[in-house]
């Protein structure tokens, strides 16, 4: 059975920004905070898609739908002190009277069990309007976008270089895919520790915005010219990051064929692979995307994890050379 997923609540006249200061609409500001949570989600600084509700890992939400988000929001600014507001699936399905010492807000996402826990009954509901992927920061409305990353990122290649390279990573370099709202803390990551990293994303204007807030160094459209800069990089202990558009399953096998994979120190990824109609398959372009998968989830998903093996076998292969290898 194909099941087609929702990409229908798109509305690009919507921007959303959080109130700030001292003057509220709410009630209270135990009602207010969590408004002001939901809102910066959404803004056009934060999320990654806010047109779609998406804020980031490809198709994580903070409301199933606009309806559902001005429900939010209303309700919110109506809440007293001793009301519980009930949210199922980034959608409010009611309010309860508790106390003031009780939770204002309680949210439940994207929870499925035993035989339906699997990705067809998932885009079933997700079609029927009936459930959200709310990832682990969209859908609970406290993401702060790759700053809220960064520290963790950094400390992970941190330990790699204590463990591999002698507490530094100056010297070294980093391949690695998936520069996104999550994936974008790599690069500053890897040259806060001192190496040089050359990361893949098929989407330039992810690579475009981190470059803008100052996360990654430069773009670059040929393998060439991005593999020469990070080598020099590396030969001379120079903190630089890359990023190169492109298809990291393409990429990855690529540069294995050349002279220049033996520069390669440490391989890594964080595209959105935990959702296959979120992973852009060999052969398929970024404007194609969301159409392609919503026309037939199921022939999409095949395409997908078949680019995800190439994808795979590629960091394998970098393994098997001496690369240090590991999937964030």
Not at 201 to 216: C, E, H, N, P, S
Not at 225 to 235: N, P, S
């Amino acid at each position: 059975m194909t099941t087609k997923p929702s990409f229908t609540q798109h509305d690009p006249s919507r921007v959303i920004r959080a109130d700030r200061g001292t003057e509220i609409t709410a009630k209270s500001w135990q009602t207010e905070a969590p408004k002001r949570m939901l809102m910066n989600n959404l803004d056009p600084e934060v999320a990654e898609r806010p047109e779609d509700l998406v804020v980031y890992g490809g198709t994580g939400r903070a409301a199933r739908s606009w309806e559902a988000y001005d429900a939010i929001v209303r309700t919110l600014d109506d809440l007293e002190d001793d009301e519980t507001l009930l949210i199922q699936s980034g959608k409010p399905v009611g309010v309860m009277r508790t106390h003031e010492w009780a939770p204002r807000v309680l949210i439940a996402n994207s929870n499925l069990v035993g035989d339906w826990a699997n990705w067809e009954h998932f885009r079933e509901l997700e079609a029927e309007g009936l459930m959200m992927y709310g990832q682990m920061t969209a859908g609970s409305w406290i993401y702060i976008a790759t700053q809220g990353i960064l520290q963790g990122t950094y400390e992970t290649f941190g330990a790699i270089a204590r463990k591999r390279f002698d507490g530094t990573l100056a010297g070294t370099l980093t391949i690695t895919a998936g520069c996104g709202g999550m994936g974008g803390a790599q690069p500053l990551s890897v040259t806060l520790n001192g190496g040089a990293c050359l990361i893949i994303d098929v989407d330039k204007t992810r690579l475009d915005r981190r470059k803008g807030k100052r996360y990654l160094d430069e773009v670059e459209t040929d393998l060439d010219t991005a593999l020469a800069k990070v080598i020099e990089a590396k030969k001379n202990k120079q903190a630089l990051s890359v990023g190169l558009v492109g298809n990291a399953a393409e990429i990855l096998p690529l540069i294995l064929d050349r002279p220049e994979a033996a520069e390669v120190d440490i391989v890594t990824d964080q595209t959105s692979a935990h959702d296959p109609l979120s992973y852009l398959p060999i052969g398929v372009g970024v404007d194609e995307w969301h159409d392609e998968a919503e026309q037939d989830a199921e022939k999409f998903t095949i395409r997908a994890e078949e680019s995800m093996a190439k994808h795979v076998k590629a960091m394998v292969e970098f393994q098997d050379r001496g690369a240090e290898v590991f999937d964030y």
